[in-house]
């Protein structure tokens, strides 16, 4: 469906509750039951199946069209929603935020210039872009930041290089994520001074001979970690024992097991626990690269240690900016990418903490930025008709095992995002079924083939999805289904499957039935 479309419907501003949507958030919606027989009749046959007796399945599907619920099983019951929770994250932040902004990383400094030496501290002060140094996003940014500094005349900083990332308060970690997760990209550690999705490439390559030790490299590998490392390298077709362990808290990584020799070269994405050293570090050789001489040290500012004084009266001497708002939230959400949904909320909560500095009853005592973007969002949606008790997140992207949702709560919230000039905007960063993001490889034929626009949300024992999709007879339907506490045997289809099959019900569903 073209975007446009979804930008006709009424108005309906997210300031306000809309009536004409309450009756899609319960089960009792009135509906001729005539028109939706065949679907539920359908939906039912795929979760009643016999493999899915131990699990929890919730669905409600509504029609943007008329309002009505057209299906709906333990809408209200709380699910674990994995990444469909981005989505309420995504609204947040276009309500909260400007989409056309951009996310500056800053040079400052209040000491003085003198004979091309800065005669002071020089501050690398990040504001929440976590797109720095990726491809197309500022790959090139300490370089940047370097020649703008060098063509003030800058040929010495008499003093320290401080990485300052306590634009955001707040622990890195999402609350509720696992330590278990931690050491994997998708858990890299939220920071207003982001670099590389605070990420490494850790490539494995076994010796040409067995019993010699792999090849371990990294990328970048000013990022490499400290690294202890047991691994072999075993005879060839033998079974592989590659493992990986970093405790939590600390930066060390221990590898161990085994590798077959002949076995394939192999990468892993590895979360870095502190990304603003590493992105002083490459400013710290971009200068260098630049003529800029250093004469102090790299010293790291983060959450809960502030140095105000640093900041107080700094000019800004160089300056990189994000792509916009909208770019980061669409990458986010078209790859579930957590750490653009995790900064984004706290984007949103230090505009929301801005906001209620200059208001009466603000808050007494310390929030984080992460909590100050759920109070925002529990704001939001008391404004939309959600009771926030339907709605539990702990964090931005999902990762967290304590979100809960329900999934009339999360339809209930697509019907309203498809009221607002926003809509179309916000239905093109979703992945397309059969076409891209996560959805590339699901959904490839059939009707819902380049027909629905939804967020995807899978961890161990959850399959979720939710959305938006067009059916037969041309009525636009919203959309969540979740599947909660479900274990697949050996020889069963996924479950994504099942997922799919009811998505691709929707689509071909014609109101006459």
């Known amino acids: 469906m073209k975007a446009a479309l979804w930008i006709a419907v009424l108005l309906c501003p997210l300031t306000l509750p809309c009536a004409a949507l309450s009756a899609a958030a319960s089960d009792t919606a009135p509906v001729a039951a005539q028109s939706r027989r065949s679907l539920s009749t359908q939906i039912d046959a795929v979760i009643r199946q016999p493999r899915y007796a131990a699990a929890d399945w919730g669905i409600a599907v509504a029609s943007l069209d008329s309002g009505r619920t057209l299906y709906a099983h333990q809408s209200g019951k709380l699910f674990e929603p994995a ?3 981005k989505l309420f994250t995504a609204a947040l932040t276009m309500e909260t935020l400007d989409p056309q902004s951009r996310i500056p990383t800053r040079l400052l400094s209040a000491a003085p210039i003198r004979h091309a030496r800065l005669d002071g501290p020089l501050l690398l002060y990040g504001m929440g872009d976590p797109t720095l140094g990726t491809p197309g996003a500022n790959p090139d940014w300490a370089d940047d930041l370097a020649a703008q500094l060098a063509a003030r005349g800058i040929e010495e900083v008499h003093g320290d290089l401080v990485a300052d990332a306590t634009y955001f308060s707040g622990p890195p970690l999402g609350k509720g994520w696992e330590a278990s997760d931690l050491l994997g990209w998708f858990a890299a550690p939220a920071s207003a001074l982001s670099v590389h999705e605070n990420t490494v490439a850790l490539t494995v390559t076994p010796a040409t001979v067995a019993g010699q030790p792999p090849q371990l490299s990294f990328a970048p590998g000013a990022a490499a970690p400290p690294l202890a490392s047991t691994l072999t390298t075993s005879p060839p077709r033998t079974p592989d024992d590659f493992n990986l362990y970093r405790a939590p808290g600390d930066a060390l990584l221990h590898a161990f097991g085994s590798i077959a020799e002949g076995a394939a070269t192999r990468t892993y994405q590895l979360a870095i626990p502190d990304p603003a050293q590493q992105a002083g570090e490459e400013l710290r050789a971009a200068l260098a690269r630049h003529g800029i001489r250093l004469t102090g040290g790299l010293r790291v500012l983060a959450w809960p240690e502030r140095d105000d004084a640093l900041r107080a009266n700094a000019k800004v001497l160089a300056e990189v900016l994000s792509p916009p708002v909208s770019g980061i939230l669409a990458q986010g959400l078209k790859r579930s990418q957590n750490l653009y949904l995790q900064n984004l909320l706290q984007l949103d909560g230090v505009s929301a903490q801005a906001v209620a500095a200059n208001q009466p009853g603000a808050p007494i005592g310390f ?24 709605v539990l997140m702990e964090e931005g992207s999902g990762l967290s095992r304590s979100d809960l949702v329900t999934p009339a709560a999360m339809t209930r919230l697509l019907q309203v995002i498809a009221m607002q000039p926003w809509a179309g905007a916000l239905q093109a960063m979703l992945p397309v079924g059969g076409v ?4 590339e490889w699901r959904m490839r034929d059939g009707a819902a083939t380049d027909n629905v626009h ?14 938006y999709v067009t059916a037969a007879d041309g009525q636009r339907l919203a959309f969540t289904i979740m599947l909660n506490n479900y274990r697949r045997d050996d020889g069963e289809p996924s479950a994504n499957h099942d997922v799919d099959a009811i998505v691709q019900l929707l689509a071909g569903w014609r109101g006459s039935d």
């Open 436 to 439: 891209d993001g996560t959805l």
């Open 367 to 390: 929030l984080s930025s992460e909590a100050w973007g759920l109070r925002a969002l529990h704001d939001l949606l008391e404004r939309i008709d959600i009771a926030p008790s339907s």
């Open 83 to 85: 990444s469909t929770a």
């Open 454 to 467: 939804a967020k995807t949300g899978s961890m161990a024992y959850v399959h979720c999805i939710a959305g």
